[in-house]
């Protein structure tokens, strides 16, 4: 990692080598002046507490919010970070990103083809970074919502569908959203599915690297 890097990882405030936490960065982005903007999720073994809140400092700031007993999300805003740059004039996605010792982060990569990932890899070794190709396939579209599964669910999250009471049942919905109750339940079913594969697999990479 080159001198003047600093990774979004390290702007979280906790220990990320004690062994009852562990972190995973979900989604990078970069703005029009160079900062990185990442979202990190932050996993305990239930006894260690996290500090909520805002921390800044002349690096960026880092806002984490408590979820539940064991899980936690940081919002990062990197002054330093070129990596999300590259990412991002590369036109590939970073779906992921977990830590595997001080210096090593494994990432798993999207792009439209290998040949852009390739660019991408090449990239990051011109401006000093030590990068190894682990393997490599299609974006399954598994993985995705379609456009209609985020419209639906999206719009049942705005709309109190989720919360605890809910503020709004399926039948409600479907009449604001102009569909029938036995599509929006499958389609809010399946991507309610993908969203929680996702998690739990997310959650179990994470704890194997403890």
Known sequence: MPYEEHPCRKM?????????????????????????????RIFTDGKTEIPEGVTSTDLGDCTIE???????????????????????KSKCFLMSS?????????????????????????????YGYRVKFQAGGKFGDDMTLTPKEEKYLKA???RGYYNVPRRMDLDALCEILGCSKSTLN??????????????????????RRN
């Open 12 to 40: 979280v405030p906790v220990d990320h080598t004690n062994d009852g936490i562990s972190l995973q960065v979900l989604k990078c982005s970069s703005t029009e002046d160079g900062e990185g903007i990442s979202m990190i």
């Open 66 to 88: 408590r979820i539940s007993s064991t899980h936690y999300t940081a919002m990062v805003t990197n002054r330093s970070c070129y990596i999300c740059s590259l990412i991002s």
């Open 98 to 126: 977990v830590p595997v010792d001080g210096n090593i982060v494994e990432w798993t990569i999207a792009g439209p083809d290998s040949v852009t990932v390739h660019k991408l890899i090449a990239s990051l070794k011109e």
């Open 156 to 158: 049942a999250f705005d």
């Open 186 to 207: 499958v389609a809010l079913r399946t991507a309610e599915r993908k969203l929680i594969c996702n998690y739990i697999d997310g959650s179990d990479k994470s704890a």
